[in-house]
């Protein structure tokens, strides 16, 4: 299979600089997994059809990463807890 190309959304990118640094190596762990296995997240209906999201933990505390899967890439969404997670997802499309 051809290596997945990434995409960070603004959003995305904005959230990112606000990680410590431990943070950042859970997050990229959980980037690398997606690039392997980007089928992984749980696919969304409705409003948000087209949307995965994969479930990972930051300091033990469960965050969500949402991406789409755009032919031969993925494009990184947004990532946080599940406070107001799918409101601002719907926000940003």
């Known amino acids: 299979m051809a290596k997945q190309k990434v995409f960070l959304s603004p959003t995305f990118s904005r959230k990112l600089k606000k990680l410590t640094k431990q943070e950042k190596v859970s997050l990229d762990e959980a980037v690398r997994f997606l690039i392997e296995n980007p089928e992984s997240g749980q696919q969304k209906k409705g409003d948000l059809l087209g949307v995965r999201v994969y479930k990972f933990k930051i300091n033990k505390q469960l965050?969500?990463?949402?991406?789409?899967?755009?032919?031969?890439?993925?494009?990184?969404?947004?990532?946080?807890?599940?406070?107001?997670?799918?409101?601002?997802?719907?926000?940003?499309?």
């Open 63 to 93: 965050t969500l990463l949402s991406y789409e899967l755009v032919s031969d890439s993925i494009h990184l969404l947004t990532f946080g807890s599940h406070e107001n997670f799918y409101r601002d997802i719907k926000r940003d499309r």
